[in-house]
Structures are given as structure tokens and as C-alpha cells.
């Protein structure tokens, strides 16, 4: 056995969120060793890769799956990974300035466009509405081969950004204005077992033992996995939800979003420019159920049929979902998006919505593309939760991140930068003068 490394606080799990949190803990507190265990080679390789996500940075206007109230909540963590770019990413290395409409289409959708519009203009001045002849100036496919008589509206706003979550956790880790740095990086380390021992948390690698005043684990489904060995949140189990890309060239220009299917707690089908090729443009993502972790990587299996949702309770819970959701088609169809000819002629549907004129020699099945959405579920209500999940134990943290995890990376640290500092004690400071100066100003 060799000898045990010693940190105040480690972060197990190296995307986006475990990034952020370790450039908050740099920045903002006096914490003077701090730990980052990722089980890749790099960072940000799972669901914070460019080929997983959209790559958006949601602000909650134009996605109708969030009411006003929830909207506001995504709006300010969408406007603190603004304030992070304008302060270090002049040159656009990280991301890409971009527009963005939500389209409305057919008579119910522009009456509850409008709608939208008048709730949420006084929260979002940026807000316009367009009618056909401005939606055709910005995108012409979008008009162009659409039957003159069906009726559009889009909202359109100009603060619309495509963000690469990888180059963002690697920034977040490399890029600290103080020249000390503080924090240690541990990659191809996987964590195997966590559990107490005395005050401290130890966690079991391959590469050695790892203990720590206080822990953070941000690991994405695995998070809750750990959380479970430890007895917390048995009440919750993992329903990953895989997400995947069509793709395209040259068909738009900017992002541009449709109204959300009723009853369907994912993001409807969108179009968004790939942040490092604009002329290529996704269509997705799709949601399907998978007995799968991590997208593409066929070991988490294994870890996937020995969780939560693999019980009696867990799958009277997911049978509770599809049928308090009408579902089932959804669920069906969704899977069928995976299959080759059939997937693509059925998702022409989605792309025809936004681009009438698009023939199916205009897309192409993004191989590799797509992760896993970690979606936390209810044993004994059946409920799916529509964002990430927070669990404490004793000087523990768990975080569970489906979308929108990435926009929410900033906002999710300065609440566990907080509680990281009060769970350490005394002799622990957080700078919250510097904090408000960079982030509320
Ligand atoms: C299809 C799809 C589209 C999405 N679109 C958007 C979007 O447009 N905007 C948005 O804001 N969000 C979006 N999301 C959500 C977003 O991608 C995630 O919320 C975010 O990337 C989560 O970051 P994370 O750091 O928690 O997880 P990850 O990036 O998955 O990082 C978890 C890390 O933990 C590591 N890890 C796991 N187990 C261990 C272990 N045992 N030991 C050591 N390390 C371990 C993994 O290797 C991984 O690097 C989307 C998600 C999907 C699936």
C-alpha cells in the first residue's frame, strides 16, 4: 500500500462542473490544497465534450421547457459563464458570439409565442419578435419551399453563445489570474470506493489512496452511484437519457430553437451551429433511454445494472414516467432516431419543421456524437427532476448534472464554494468582496 495523499478538499470528477468548482476554490478562498481526481486522460471528456452536448449556454428565453420562474434561475447562471468569457476569453477560443430564434409554427404555437413574448420581455429586453419577412433576412431556409399560408413568429435575441465545455474546464484549471496554483491534477486515477475514517473522507483509486477534509464529487451519474455506497439518496436512482446529433452543412446561420412538446420534460429537436465549424450545424438532441452511464463507453453497463433503477421499485418508477408522460411514442420514435434509414427518414420530420426545403442527402447520423443525460428520478413518486441534484453528507458533497449542468457549472460552484468553506471551518475564508466585484458588478 502506499502512502495516502492529503488535500483539504478534493473534487472527484474533472468536466465542467469539478473544473469550475477547483477555480472557485482558487480564486475566491484560502484553501491552500485542493485535489482534482479524473479517471480520463483530460478533461471534459465525457459529457462536457463538444461531440456530447449543444454546447449552449441556455439563458432560459427561448426554451420553452422553462417557465418564467426557472428561467430566471438559468438566466443567471448563463450570465456568470458570460462575465467568466468577457473577463478571459477575448479572443473567442472558448467560444462563439452567435443569434438565436425560437420558432414558432402554426397557430397555437405563435399564439403561445406571443404570449411568451409579452411574460417575458420586461425579464429579457433583448427579446424582439419576427415575423416571416425578418425571419427570412436572418435565415432564408427557414422561409424558403414553407407553405405561404402557414403562420411564423420566431423571438429572437442577438446574446446567443455557443460554448466548448472541454476548452471551459480546461480554462477553469489552467487560467487563474493568482500565479500560486493551488490545485493538484490527478488524471487516469478512478475512484473506486469513498467512505469515512474519523474526520477525514477517503477515497480508494488505481492509483493510490486519497483523503480529504472535505469532498466534492462531480462525477455526473456516478455521483449518485457513489452517494448510494455511502447511504445517501436511496430514495433516487439514475435514468440516463442519451442524447443525439444529426448534422448538416450550411442549412442556418444561428441557433434556432422549437416550442417544447407537451408533456416531454427534454428540450424540443434544435438546430446549433458547431462552436469550431459555424457552417456545421446540429439538429438535436434526441432522448432516448439507455442502459448505458457514459455514451459509448460499453463498461458503464455493468455499473448501470447494479444501480438503483434496475430494482422493482425503480422500474415501477420509470413505467410511472412514460405513462404520466403520454411517452410512450416519444420513447419509441426516439429510439427508432438511432436506427440507420428509418432513423433518418423519421427525423427528417424534426428538420422540415425548421428547414422545409432540407433533403435527407442535406443530413448525416452523428456517429460518436451525443452523451448521456443523467436525469434523477423518484423511487416512491415516479417524478423525474428537471435539472441537477445537490446531496450533503458529513463534510460530503454530490453533485448530478444533466442539462442544463454545463450553463450551470458557475452558479453550481458558487454555492459549493460556500459550503466547502463552512464545512472546513475555521481558518477557511471565502472572498466574497472579490467574488461579488467579478461576478455581481
Ligand atoms: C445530449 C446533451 C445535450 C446537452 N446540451 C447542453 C447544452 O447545450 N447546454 C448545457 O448547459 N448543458 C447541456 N447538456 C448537459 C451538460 O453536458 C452536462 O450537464 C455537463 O457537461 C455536466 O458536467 P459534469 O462536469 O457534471 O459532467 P461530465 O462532463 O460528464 O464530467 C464528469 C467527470 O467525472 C469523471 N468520473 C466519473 N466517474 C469517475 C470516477 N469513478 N473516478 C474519477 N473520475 C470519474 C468522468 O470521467 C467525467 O470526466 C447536455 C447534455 C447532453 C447529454
Redesign the pocket.
Known amino acids: 500500500m502506499g502512502k495516502t495523499r492529503e488535500f483539504d478538499v478534493l473534487v ?8 469550475a468548482l477547483c477555480h472557485f476554490l482558487e480564486r475566491y478562498t484560502n484553501i491552500s490544497s485542493i485535489g482534482l ?4 486522460k483530460e ?7 463538444p461531440d ?7 439563458f432560459g428565453d427561448i426554451e420553452t421547457n422553462y417557465g418564467l420562474e426557472k428561467a430566471k434561475h438559468v438566466k443567471n447562471a448563463g450570465d456568470m459563464i458570460v462575465s467568466y468569457l468577457d473577463r478571459y476569453d477575448s479572443d473567442s477560443s472558448l467560444h462563439r458570439k452567435t443569434y438565436k430564434l425560437l420558432l414558432g409554427v402554426g397557430d397555437n404555437e405563435v399564439a403561445l409565442l406571443e404570449k411568451r413574448y409579452e411574460d417575458f420581455k420586461a425579464t429579457y429586453p433583448k427579446l424582439r419578435k419576427l415575423y416571416r419577412d425578418d425571419i427570412a433576412k436572418l435565415e432564408p431556409n427557414i422561409v424558403k419551399d414553407r407553405d405561404p399560408n402557414e403562420n411564423i413568429v420566431a423571438l429572437y435575441s442577438d446574446d446567443g453563445y455557443a460554448v466548448d ?1 472541454k476548452k471551459l ?1 480546461d480554462s477553469f484549471v489552467g487560467n487563474f489570474l493568482n500565479s500560486n496554483k493551488r490545485t493538484e491534477l490527478f488524471f487516469e ?4 470506493k469513498i467512505y469515512k475514517k474519523d474526520s477525514l473522507t477517503i477515497a480508494e ?1 488505481n492509483n493510490g489512496s486519497f483523503s480529504a477534509k472535505v469532498v466534492v464529487v ?3 451519474p ?1 455521483s449518485l452511484y457513489f452517494a448510494h455506497k455511502m447511504d445517501i439518496g436511496k430514495d433516487l436512482a439514475i435514468l440516463p437519457v ?2 443525439s ?1 444529426y448534422k448538416s452543412k450550411n442549412l442556418l446561420n444561428g441557433k434556432v430553437y422549437t416550442v417544447q412538446i407537451d408533456g416531454i420534460p427534454f428540450a424540443a429537436i434544435h438546430g ?1 451551429p458547431n462552436v469550431n465549424d459555424p457552417t456545421e450545424t446540429r439538429f ?2 434526441t432522448a432516448k433511454m439507455l442502459p448505458l452511464f ?1 455514451r459509448h463507453r460499453y463498461n458503464t453497463f455493468f455499473d448501470f445494472i447494479t444501480s438503483a433503477i434496475v430494482s422493482i421499485k425503480g422500474i415501477f418508477a420509470c413505467l410511472k414516467i412514460i405513462l404520466q408522460m403520454h411517452f410512450f411514442w416519444f420513447a419509441i420514435e426516439n429510439v427508432l432516431y438511432d436506427f440507420p434509414i428509418i432513423g433518418k427518414l423519421l427525423f427528417m420530420k424534426n428538420i422540415k419543421k425548421i428547414v422545409p426545403s432540407a433533403r435527407l442527402k442535406d443530413i448525416s447520423y452523428g456517429k460518436n456524437l ?4 443523467p436525469q434523477v428520478v423518484d423511487l416512491n413518486t415516479g417524478k423525474i427532476f428537471l435539472g ?1 441534484i445537490k446531496l450533503f453528507g458529513d463534510k460530503i458533497i454530490f ?1 448530478v ?9 458557475l452558479k453550481n460552484a458558487s454555492g459549493d464554494v460556500v459550503k466547502v468553506v463552512e464545512m472546513l471551518g475555521e481558518g477557511f475564508t471565502f472572498n466574497k468582496e472579490l467574488f461579488d466585484k467579478e461576478f455581481k458588478s
Open positions: 472527484i470528477g474533472g468536466g465542467v462542473v469539478g473544473s481526481i479524473e479517471k480520463g478533461l471534459g471528456e465525457v459529457n462536457s465534450s456530447s452536448n449543444s454546447q449552449t449556454v441556455h465545455y474546464a486515477t478512478k475512484v473506486s483509486t462531480t462525477s455526473g456516478y442519451a442524447g446529433f446549433d438535436g438532441p457514459e451525443g452523451g448521456v443525460r441537477e453533485n448534472t444533466p442539462s442544463p449542468g454545463a450553463t450551470n457549472c
